[in-house]
């Protein structure tokens, strides 16, 4: 959404999410690289970028709902796009029609996908979720291989498929679990394709065991920006940039107290900007600043201001103090993402993850596309 004088502006790089692919892309030669477009694709919007995705080279895309599917099969129209939420009761026509592919985890869902295939008369890819330590969605192992030994599933499917829950610590034994677990049960069906690696499995590539590549990868969280391993050096490229309009700069006193609950009192005289941004638009409250624990930072230019105080619904406060004489001012804006503040700066200050920062990104903000 375009508004007029919006208070927040947010850029999205298309150029370096494609770039991002392609760097993922790159990491292995035996395994396809996916694109994973769930959340509105991470905040950054759909029809976007499953358009610079595929124009990139992406042949397959995973989204978390039909409606979603029905976007991306618009924008993509050759390309693999799964379902991860499942299929709902009676479903199946539309997903068949929409040509898109349900990722089937419980012995209801296949049953009925099968039944809509045999009833059609004519093969719709489906994939099946096995569970392998995350306790999510997903068939068990058991279930798995009771159903492989009985025959398979009532069709051909397109993807066995499951998710990793501990990639992003790369120390923790779970990944070599989950992987060794996987390609027992991927034996039990070996002309399928499989998939396992997320964003945190693509860049960790393999355990002690073997590679975490399989058929195909699944990166979602990395191509726009976000390291998914912590402590370790990302080779991506930020994908948005947000800035804030300052509506009002004030002086205050030392010992004043700064927005509700007066969380915060200033240990020296200081000069205040108030942007027009908040956690309606997305900057999680826990981001703000007590007298007991520091928040998030802004810049203005290259001076990094410290936000002052709670955030608020529409407003967050920030200490312009040492910024250059002129440069705070009504109408500046603020960077809050950025060259520098990353995603993840901003999630560690809000006491989250890349994940919900960027798929909390606000609908009042005039969103500009470049790249």
Known sequence: MSEAFPGARLTIDLGALADNWRTLAALSATSECAAVVKADAYGTGLEHAVRALAGAGAKTFFVAHLSEARVARRVAPTAAVYILNGLPPGAAAAYAQTGA?????????????????????????????????????????????????????????????????????????????QRALFAELRALCPETPASLANSAGTLLGRTEGGDLGFDLRRPGVALYG??????????????????????????AAEGEAVGYGGAQRLKRPSRIAVLSLGYADGVMRA????DVSPGAVG??????????????????????????DGAARRGAWV?????????????R???????????????????HYVG
Not at 287 to 290: D, R
Not at 305 to 324: E, H, K, W
């Open 226 to 251: 976000s390291n998914p391993i912590a402590g370790r050096p990302s080779p991506l490229k930020p994908v948005v940039q947000l800035e804030a309009r300052i509506v009002q700069v004030r002086d």
């Open 349 to 367: 200050a809000c006491n989250t993850i890349g994940y919900e920062v960027l798929t909390a990104l606000g609908r009042r903000y005039e969103r």
């Open 101 to 177: 592919r349900p990722v089937l985890g419980s012995r209801e869902e296949i049953e009925e996908w099968a039944a809509f295939v045999a009833s059609a008369g004519e093969g719709f890819p489906a994939a099946i979720h096995v569970d392998t330590g995350m306790n999510r969605l997903g068939l068990r192992p058991e279930e798995a291989r009771a159903m492989f030994a009985g025959g398979g599933p009532g069709f051909r499917p397109s993807l066995l498929m499951s998710h990793l829950a501990c990639a992003d610590e790369p120390e923790r034994p779970e990944t070599e679990r």
């Open 299 to 324: 810049f203005l230019g290259e001076t990094p201001c410290p936000y002052v105080g709670r955030i608020s619904m529409d407003l967050i406060a920030i200490d312009v103090t040492d910024a250059p």
């Open 335 to 347: 960077e809050i993402l950025g060259d520098h503040v990353s995603v993840d700066q901003l999630a």
């Open 287 to 290: 981001g703000g600043s007590e």
